[in-house]
Nanobody
């Protein structure tokens, strides 16, 4: 069992930066790939970024490539999403998710989810 708690969201202006954090707790964090998803009102949940357990493999959606960076600190059981040059279209609830295996592009394949943190970017 893995519990995930996100933090770091907020209201910012276009062009600003934010860092989202995801704290994992539970029996083990070992072997879990992590993903950051987001869901805007009326839209499906989409994968923003993902990282493998060792951290060597990462994925970033085209919409955030070059602006967002995912990282993890396995010793601290933390996953981060560094978001730069934020745009109004980045406004959404951001969720941290864990999958015991390599990362997947599908939200349905992640076993554990956090409660989400709201990111609002004003123009």
């Amino acid at each position: 069992q893995v519990q995930l708690v996100e933090s770091g969201g907020g209201l910012v202006q276009a062009g600003d930066s934010l860092r989202l954090s995801c704290a994992a707790s539970g029996r083990t964090f070992s072997g879990y790939a992590m993903g950051w998803f987001r869901q805007a009102p009326g839209k499906e949940r989409e994968l923003v970024s993902a990282i493998s357990w060792i951290g060597g493999n990462t994925f970033h959606a085209d919409s955030v490539k070059g602006r967002f960076t995912i990282s993890r600190d396995n010793a601290k059981k933390m996953v981060y999403l560094h978001m730069n040059r934020l745009k109004p279209e980045d406004t959404a609830v951001y969720y941290c998710a864990a999958r015991h295996s390599d990362y997947s592009y599908s939200a349905y394949e992640y076993e554990y989810w956090g409660q989400g943190t709201q990111v609002t970017v004003s123009s």
